[in-house]
């Protein structure tokens, strides 16, 4: 009948083992399902990693910047003049990156390059650039929200911006 | 644990056997989805292709489309333009594949929703493009209408769509 010596300590792992799975692997594994199935649900549902492309968010933004959108910024309020918010197209693989400035049921409108809301004109120090736009007045939809860049230098036929339907904005920008 | 291999095997075949179900008898979806990948490979080309390939590729683009196709643009940068008719399409199919010097087209997010009669199709999809050396791509949100006609997807309409209005 075998009879183990109680003093006997089993076999040190290597360090190596140790350092690429730990002490104990069943138990780093437990740790990698987890820490992958934390990562997808975050990418999938939380925050959607981006990289910034183009000249409409200068100086703000500008190409080749990395970010990311949370999806649940407007869980429980609705997005805010001032937020810097993502705009789906088809779907979010290619996505418009703007600001809002106007809300549901608000007119817009630019003249000599300044913007006002209702007719009343929207302080934006955000902008940094000289603008000479003269268009509008736009009046936004109950769901709708006019959203536009902060590179207002560029001419107005060449900067993407306009009202968007709620359930195109897929979140707001984090950093 | 005879059991356990058995009822792993037996998943595996259903697995492989509902697999080759979708290869040999495809969704309309996914012949639909098909389609669109082919034509944006065929719209994707380099500048040393010849003027053969180009006319070739002129001759294919216009395969995809209707007798009775629609074409409506309205995009800022080049206004409001309607093709109305095969020949149209395939005049300016023509016209594009001579005139640009390469082309880079992908479409993108494209979801499908087959019609009651699965005979049409409604497509959305961004439409991600580049044309010569130029790092900058346009992007542009789609919709298409396809239609089987005589056991063929072809397009009986397609639209820019207004992201922003």
Known sequence: MPVSNPMEQPPKPHWFRVMIIGRRPRRTMVRIVVLVAVCIILRQFVLLPIQVDGISMLPTYHTGQINCVNRL?????????????????????VMYMKRIIGLPGESVAFHSGKTYINGEPLDEPYLKNPCDWEAGPFECATNEYYVVGDNRSMPIGLHTQGRAERDRIVGKVLL | MKIVIRLFLLAAVVALGWWLWTVFFPSPERVVLKRMQSLAELLTFKSDISNLGRESRASEFTGYFSVDTEIVVDVPELGAHTLSGRDEVREAGNGGFASAPSLSVSFLDATVKIGPDKQTADVSCTLKASAGNDKDYGVQELRFQWKKIEGTWQITRAETVKTLR
């Open chain 1, 73 to 93: 910024a407007y869980l429980r309020h609705e997005p805010q003049r001032g937020d810097v918010v993502s705009v789906r197209l088809a779907g979010d693989s």
